[in-house]
């Protein structure tokens, strides 16, 4: 490496093998990162936490197993910015929510555990929508993080944190979860690279729940290939987690490497596009289908008949499990504790005022009509009705997949919008998610990767690709062809069109 | 409500005249299963506060469960054992509640979807008319896990209301309990609250003989609540019923029932209608008060857990379980009975005593079946009773007691010599035959010596030797008694009359 690279501009696979060949030191790579991040993120607000201190402990001891000749895993020394909602041990672990202020859990999410194990440097925790309830990180107690495309834009949501921390230079590698979209849509309003792997692919345990029959923590990149090595870290069985599938992980990286879709069947999902979807991110997304067709790929198009109900499906099941998810965070063990000295009041009026004061507007939402929905007499009709959606939705996807190998829809139907715009409008702010939820209630992973900017307001456009369960390569190697074909056409990555910070 | 201890209640005889209870029982039962339920902390009783927790235990945000396979095991096996069917599939449900000793704020249990359903209990209850069985229909046995335990510190009373300020031990915390629920239980008339006690007797015995739980009431181990309701004839549908919760020991079951059917009775007598509610037992004064009513009561909200999956136990493991489930109490009762062909009265002598699993191990260790009981009911009765503890206890073993019997039947020891080998097995000197031989004590059988002592007895006094040679033959106990002290009771005694009228040519 020469002294005038900026090493926050190499992809992780790049950074990894700089690393391994000597040519640069991790510790030297962390240093640019942390630089990095203090000259952009007082205006982007990725983190929420930097660690500058242990990600340069992380590093250097990357650096001494190097030179005492140690075999380095394939992302030793790559710098990863990790979501607030994964706990690590030591670090404060807020979920973008008042009500964990100042909470450093005394143990590593299983996530965290396979990163530190890998060599990974976590340069910190990144902001997002209180307890990932959210598709513009402005329900962040914290403050909102900012699309460094446009400063004035939402970077998309829950993830908005790990997802501009990428687009910014700020970090190669992030982690994120995804309950309803919250990796998949930021990656497509930021320019970069997001996966929901498989339900059950990556440990839930130390992911703090907002809906477990949903979340899944998952890779953002800004690279295909740096997403299937991230991924490849994170994924496996993991006996801490009930739900975790015992199954070999696939061959992502492998996939992403052989990026070729000659034969593949492709599969356009009718109900997402169309109507409600952005002019310029139609155009973008037909131009990315014309492009697969040209690479070999047979399209067809597909309907899924109870797509439209997805959304309302979501937002019973989402709020029923958040209600009782959340219900743990009551001032008594860790966290916030408000007016416990204000009068005598009894432990119900402190947990009362904890829990009025520690959460914010959208979680108190979801929390009152997850117990509304779960109520004696509600149940069937709310619950029940949804559950029973969701079979249908599962069913959708199994007859797609007999006629085509992946589903591919535009991520989000929007670019970004500005900052505000839907903060006050609940339902509005909903719909961002209409194209990716589908995925989260059959169990099975999706990608999003950027396609271009849409004409009329020069954003990033995401191309969603789904796949059947444990079938998380294929989006590798189909995202992979398209990405190579697309950075064929464009002469350089989509980020390098992204305004200076 | 809770300070009203001056309830009006209608004397029993009354009761049972008007009134036809019902009864509905529900058991918790502490698993004896080396770890948690969902998480791998230790379950021993007695450790110092909250040093038996983790992440999982203690509802930290992000912690997991995983569910215990030998709680899964016990619970199936409880269930056989309780005649019930076992699920083909289930899910575990969260009850969704706040309170501070809830970590999570909601309890993982089983809710629509019970592990095993449908069985009943047999129970012996001693009536007017001799011993009768009553079939305990079960409703249901779950899964589920224990709250911790909070203390109320300050105040008068230990309770809430006044304490100034509580600490929560969260080591009970995820501790596995199966909660046991019998169907309504009807047509037990003036016996309700026998047949309640008797229930939770054989349920014990049954959970003890599984192996399953220590099964200690006063540890909180067992606990039962009571579901008590009246109504006027059999054919009325079920009244108003209350809970009565904190009944820790079998004998307040059995005065809790009782108490709620006066009290419940006294209220429908003077024309007013029984509360549903909880109400909490006092020991001490033998009465119940209200606690929360069930119109504040609240909304579980209950829904099947997402972070665990569903539990499908297969075929082949519940037909294994079965096969290797200890017999049932009851019938293992009535086989032994039949088999030491002894009476209903010594049978029930042998099960008061807690003496049942020795006696059997003493009679398959060789011993005759009245020797065995004998010696247990016995001397070693007596010597637990002394030391306060459990027959299976004391430092002796059936196979033991076995040997000293065989010894005593061979002849090689009397009774009396007998005794002094247990005091000797029980002090730890060894083997019956290690402490015969050590203390010196067989019976002397070689004729020769017990003649050579007869002589001397005589010869020591004449007078009584020409009493019997003269036809006193009753006078031979003198002679007899010197001859045992001077062979320190090492001879047998029968055989020394024997002899000793044979040598003055008497007969008897």
Redesign the interface.
Known sequence: MTGSTDLTRLTAAETASAVAAGEVSAAEVAAAHLDRIAAVDDRVHAFLHVDAEGALAAAKAVDAARSSGEQLSPLAGVPLALKDV??QKGIP?T?GSRI?EG?R???D?TVTARLKDAGVVILGKTNMDEFAMGSSTEHSAYGATHNPWDLDRIPGGSGGGSAAAIAAFEAPLAIGTDTGGSIRQPAAVTGTVGVKPTYGAVS??????L???LDQAGPCARTVLDAALLHSVIAGHD?????SLDQPVPDVVGAARRADVKGLRIGVVKELGGEGYQAGVRQRFDEAVALLADLGAEVVEVSAPHFPYALAAYYLILP??C??NL????G???GLRVGEDDGDPS??QV?ARTRAAGFGPEATRRIMLG?YA???GY?DAY?GSAQKVRTLIQRDFAAAFEQADVLISPTAPTTAFKLGEKLDDPLAMYLNDVATIPANLAGIPGMSLPIGLAPEDGLPVGLQIMAPAMADDRLYNAGAALEGALLDRWGHPILEEAPAL | MSTDTTEKVLPYDDVVASFDPVLGLEVHVELGTATKMFCGCPTTFGAAPNTQVCPTCLGLPGSLPVVNKVGVESAIRIGLALNCSIAEWCRFARKNYFYPDMPKNFQTSQYDEPIAYDGYLDVDVETDEGVKTFRIGIERAHMEEDTGKTTHQGGATGRIHGADYSLVDYNRAGIPLIEIVTKPIEGTGKYAPEVARAYVTALRELLRGLGVSDVKMEQGSLRCDANVSLRRTPSDTFGTRTETKNVNSLRSIERAVRYEMTRQAAVLEDGGSITQETRHWHEDTGITTSGRSKEEAEDYRYFPEPDLVPIAPSREWVEELRTSLPENPAVRRARLQQVWGISDLDMQTVLNAGALDVVEDTVAAGADQAAARKWWLGELARVANERGVELADLPITPAQVAGVEALVSEGTLNDKLARQVIEGVLAGEGEPDAVVASRGLAVVSDDGPLLAAIDEALAAQPDVADKIRGGKVQAAGAIVGAVMKATRGQADAGRVRALLLERLGVSE
Do not use: H, N
């Open positions: 994964l706990t672990t979920c964990l909470w859990p005394p143990y999410a839930r345990f130390g992911l703090v729940a809906a477990s029959s006996p801490l987690d009930s739900t029923s499990e209600s009782s219900a743990k965070f009551d008594i063990r860790f432990v119900e947990m117990t779960l109520s004696a149940y619950y």
